[in-house]
């Protein structure tokens, strides 16, 4: 590849100017054309198939390298409040995950029946498209408390256990990943919030902060359920 430029040294290029150039140049000439199959996930993972709704799915990253965003994840601004940016740390005890942790725990926890990935958008949201392994709660019956029978099935399904006092027991809950539209999105970080006033122990809790804009923007599978 030739790089069309002027490099010669005038009082607008300096000699670090001019070396960028030529690594740049280099770059280009050893690295030559992405290939489809070169588009994994790490350079040790290509793709992980999961469960669901019963079916085997792949996720993998989009391979053509000239895709871009098109739906409403393309958005780079909005309104603040409420639409606000979170910080890295939700609350102390909950762990933030990534992309490849989120991966690692689809393909250890939810793939053992040891962990769920839920979706806290509401339904409507969920029905466009959501990420491959995960089940939607939204985070409206998650923040109503233990006195809506709704939220109480649900807790049981997790593995809470009602004790005759009206205590609960969470020692053989499920751990939860959850997560929503994006780093301005507090719909998963409300649930969040709202199981740990419950009593779910933070240490089964995790926050995949990115969510859908994130994991879409790494052309990242999704389903539509």
Not at 44 to 58: I, S
Request: hydrophobic share 40%.
């Amino acid at each position: 590849m030739i790089i069309k430029e002027d490099i010669t040294l005038n009082k607008n290029n300096s000699p670090m100017r001019l070396i960028s150039y030529v690594l740049v140049a280099v770059l280009f000439t050893l690295s030559g054309p992405i290939k489809a199959d070169e588009v994994k996930i790490t350079a040790d993972l290509a793709y992980l198939d999961v469960m669901h709704n019963g079916k085997v799915v792949r996720i993998e990253r989009i391979k053509d390298t000239s895709n871009r965003l098109t739906n409403s994840f393309a958005k780079t601004s909005r309104p603040c409040p409420p639409f606000c940016v979170h910080p890295i740390k939700l609350a102390p005890g909950i762990e933030t995950i990534g992309e490849l942790e989120l991966l690692e725990f689809l393909n250890t926890d939810v793939k053992q029946g040891t962990g769920v990935l839920i979706d806290a958008r509401m339904p409507q949201w969920f029905e466009k498209s959501t990420i491959p392994g995960s089940i939607n709660i939204p985070f409206t019956i998650l923040s109503t408390g233990l006195d809506n029978k709704y939220t109480k099935k649900i807790i049981k399904l997790l593995g809470a256990r009602e004790r005759t006092n009206g205590e609960w027991d969470f020692n053989k809950v499920k751990a939860l990943a959850l997560f929503c539209n994006g780093l301005w999105c507090d719909q998963s970080s409300r649930a969040i919030k709202s199981l740990t006033k419950i009593g779910y122990p933070r240490e089964k809790l995790f926050w995949y902060r990115g969510g859908m804009q994130a994991w879409q923007l790494l052309g990242l599978t999704t389903v539509t359920p």
